[in-house]
């Protein structure tokens, strides 16, 4: 298994589901190396976990894949 293979991307981590699966994830990794959190609104310095890496963006952005390669996810 690559490093690639264990990375989370976590669509709508801002929201109410996204943001506790994020949570989850921080608390308890199960193998997964490293988590992206992806949301159209940026997550307020308060609201972010450590470990975690936010981005802001939309899933439908042609420009995501830079950003999806750059995180090896």
Do not use: F
């Not at 959190?37 to 890496?53: N, Q, T």
């Not at 963006?57 to 830079?66: A, F, S, T």
């Amino acid at each position: 298994m690559s490093n690639a293979d264990r990375v989370a991307l976590v669509t709508g981590a801002s929201g109410l589901i996204g943001s506790q699966v994020v949570r989850q994830l921080a608390a308890d990794p199960g193998g997964i190396e490293s988590v992206v959190a992806l949301d159209v609104r940026d997550v307020p310095a308060e609201a972010r976990l450590p470990g975690i890496a936010y981005e802001t963006g939309d899933i439908r952005d042609p420009e995501l894949e830079k950003l999806l390669r750059t995180r090896q996810v």
